[in-house]
């Protein structure tokens, strides 16, 4: 049975369009059915661009190849600035918003072939206030936050890949929830150029597709890195499993499928030990959550100062406490983080990779919220490249992921060996269909 055209994921597809066996018109009208379809459902999108993407597909098609994205859709989470759509970072104080030109990695999509077909819906700047989008695997749940929209959009099949951005846990906590890759690069690799600022020394630009290969595609061209196109890893990697010092609130689903990938990754030649926790980093998910708070508080002083009325309570909280915080116990608190972070880059002396929750279980129900960063804030802290991969399914029936991490500015073996990893965590758990097959469609 041939794969419906907005399933596949962003390699085949590349491969096809690069090979001429597929127009970008045929994909472009394939996801753009596929939202028709199911948008009233999810709620993925802010905005969407039929004719100007067929218009640009036409062109891609009777012209030469443009790059290694060439006719790819891609949505673009609501937190990046686009010349050709509104940009409202989840906020009605930019309800009518046009930038004047895109964010960097808009733009480096653009120019390797890629067609950006709409929007995708962001939380209020980023943050903790949900927007209207569903879990694709059952609407009554979350699709995470902040970046739920790029990955609901994923997720359901209505486009192959999809940027995000991560400053606690926006990118790692809905590819868990959505069952989908997540990967936030080592901190600065991808210019943030035209993303909205929320804290400066900890936002990282990333995204969303349905395999590790995927996402390696579009991370060698935001990362300038064509060594990410091949993931060939002969080794058996040594994985350090770190449970954290939040295991506590870990849910039995989260347990279960910790335990069960130590114990295949065993079997497969991986070299598998338990990392012991340091006592030190029990006020890791505090002192991120200080050096947000007073980082937000300065990135969005205008609309705190300003527009405090069209701020939710729990924004207007965090930046209030933020706006608390002196500039010393700032400095304190980076030291603090640098200490830590120092301390954690020894251990891939030792390990290749660290393996760890992704979220503290499955999705919640969507009127609770977007889920808790916790299992995330530490290692967007350290700076560290992660990815999620879908592995486990818990008891309502939705996905539960593991987080990989990697060492800094390593990300070329980091995704390596999380392909390595991911495919025999397959393998052992569904041995007969993908990642992308895992669970029900509507």
Same mark, same amino acid.
């Given at each position: 049975?041939?794969?419906?055209?907005?399933?596949?994921?962003?390699?085949?597809?590349?491969? @096809?369009?690069?090979?001429?066996?597929?127009?970008?018109?045929?994909?472009?009208?394939?996801?753009? %059915?596929?939202?028709?379809?199911?948008?009233?459902?999810?709620?993925?999108?802010?905005?969407?661009?039929?004719?100007?993407?067929?218009?640009?597909?036409?062109?891609?098609?009777?012209?030469?190849?443009?790059?290694? !994205?060439?006719?790819?859709?891609?949505?673009?989470?609501?937190?990046?600035?686009?010349?050709?759509?509104?940009?409202?970072?989840?906020?009605?104080?930019?309800?009518?918003?046009?930038?004047? !030109?895109?964010?960097? %990695?808009?733009?480096?999509?653009?120019?390797?072939?890629?067609?950006?077909?709409?929007?995708?819906?962001?939380?209020?700047?980023?943050?903790?206030?949900?927007?209207?989008?569903?879990?694709?695997?059952?609407?009554?749940?979350?699709?995470?936050?902040?970046?739920?929209?790029?990955?609901?959009?994923?997720?359901?099949?209505?486009?192959?890949?999809?940027?995000?951005?991560?400053? $606690?846990?926006? *990118?790692?906590?809905?590819?868990?929830?959505?069952?989908?890759?997540?990967? =936030?690069?080592?901190?600065?690799?991808?210019?943030?150029?035209?993303?909205?600022?929320?804290?400066?020394?900890?936002?990282?630009?990333?995204?969303?597709?349905?395999?590790?290969?995927?996402?390696? !595609?579009?991370?060698?061209?935001?990362?300038?890195?064509?060594?990410?196109?091949?993931?060939?890893?002969?080794?058996?990697?040594?994985?350090?499993?770190?449970?954290?010092?939040?295991?506590?609130?870990?849910?039995?689903?989260?347990?279960?499928?910790?335990?069960?990938?130590?114990?295949?990754?065993?079997?497969?030649?991986?070299?598998?030990?338990?990392?012991?926790?340091?006592?030190?980093?029990?006020?890791?998910?505090?002192?991120?959550?200080?050096?947000?708070?007073?980082?937000?508080?300065?990135?969005?002083?205008?609309?705190?100062?300003?527009?405090?009325?069209?701020?939710?309570?729990? +924004?207007? $909280?965090?930046?209030?406490?933020?706006?608390?915080?002196?500039?010393?116990?700032? *400095? =304190?608190?980076?030291?603090? /983080?640098?200490?830590?972070?120092?301390?954690?880059?020894?251990?891939?002396? @030792?390990?290749?990779?660290?393996?760890?929750? /992704?979220?503290?279980?499955?999705?919640?129900?969507?009127?609770?919220?977007?889920?808790?960063?916790?299992?995330?804030?530490?290692?967007? +802290?350290?700076?560290?490249?992660?990815?999620?991969?879908?592995?486990?399914?818990?008891?309502?029936?939705?996905?539960?992921?593991?987080?990989?991490?990697? @060492?800094?500015?390593?990300?070329?073996?980091? !995704?390596?060996? /999380?392909?390595?990893?991911?495919?025999?965590?397959?393998?052992?758990?569904?041995?007969?269909?993908?990642?992308?097959?895992?669970?029900?469609?509507?």
């Amino acid at each position: 049975m041939s794969t419906a055209l907005n399933r596949l994921g962003a390699l085949e597809a590349a491969h @096809k369009l690069q090979r001429r066996e597929l127009t970008a018109v045929q994909l472009v009208r394939a996801c753009f %059915a596929r939202i028709e379809q199911r948008e009233n459902t999810i709620h993925a999108w802010t905005a969407l661009q039929k004719q100007a993407a067929l218009e640009h597909a036409e062109a891609l098609d009777r012209g030469p190849l443009r790059g290694p !994205l060439h006719g790819l859709p891609i949505g673009v989470k609501d937190l990046f600035d686009t010349v050709d759509l509104p940009t409202r970072y989840g906020s009605p104080i930019y309800e009518r918003h046009r930038p004047g !030109l895109d964010a960097a %990695a808009v733009a480096l999509c653009r120019h390797a072939g890629a067609i950006v077909i709409g929007k995708t819906v962001t939380t209020e700047f980023a943050t903790y206030q949900a927007g209207p989008t569903r879990n694709p695997r059952n609407e009554a749940y979350t699709p995470g936050g902040s970046s739920s929209g790029s990955a609901a959009a994923v997720a359901d099949d209505m486009v192959p890949f999809a940027l995000g951005s991560q400053t $606690a846990g926006s *990118i790692i906590r809905p590819a868990s929830y959505c069952g989908i890759v997540g990967y =936030k690069p080592t901190f600065g690799a991808i210019a943030r150029a035209g993303v909205k600022s929320l804290a400066e020394s900890l936002d990282t630009v990333g995204g969303f597709a349905r395999s590790v290969p995927d996402v390696a !595609l579009f991370a060698s061209v935001l990362m300038r890195d064509p060594r990410l196109l091949n993931l060939n890893y002969d080794a058996k990697p040594r994985i350090g499993m770190y449970r954290s010092l939040q295991w506590r609130h870990a849910q039995p689903e989260t347990k279960e499928a910790f335990a069960q990938a130590a114990a295949i990754l065993a079997r497969t030649g991986a070299q598998v030990e338990e990392l012991p926790l340091p006592a030190e980093h029990c006020m890791l998910v505090q002192l991120h959550a200080d050096i947000m708070a007073f980082e937000a508080s300065q990135a969005l002083a205008y609309e705190r100062l300003e527009h405090a009325a069209q701020l939710s309570p729990k +924004l207007q $909280a965090i930046l209030e406490a933020g706006a608390q915080i002196s500039a010393e116990v700032h *400095i =304190k608190n980076l030291a603090r /983080a640098a200490e830590s972070r120092a301390r954690v880059d020894g251990w891939f002396d @030792k390990y290749d990779v660290l393996l760890a929750p /992704a979220a503290s279980g499955e999705a919640p129900f969507a009127d609770l919220g977007t889920g808790d960063p916790q299992f995330s804030r530490a290692w967007t +802290l350290f700076g560290l490249p992660c990815l999620n991969l879908p592995f486990a399914t818990g008891p309502q029936g939705l996905p539960v992921g593991l987080q990989l991490i990697g @060492k800094r500015h390593d990300d070329h073996r980091t !995704l390596a060996i /999380a392909a390595w990893v991911h495919e025999r965590l397959l393998a052992a758990r569904e041995p007969d269909i993908g990642a992308s097959d895992m669970w029900p469609r509507g």
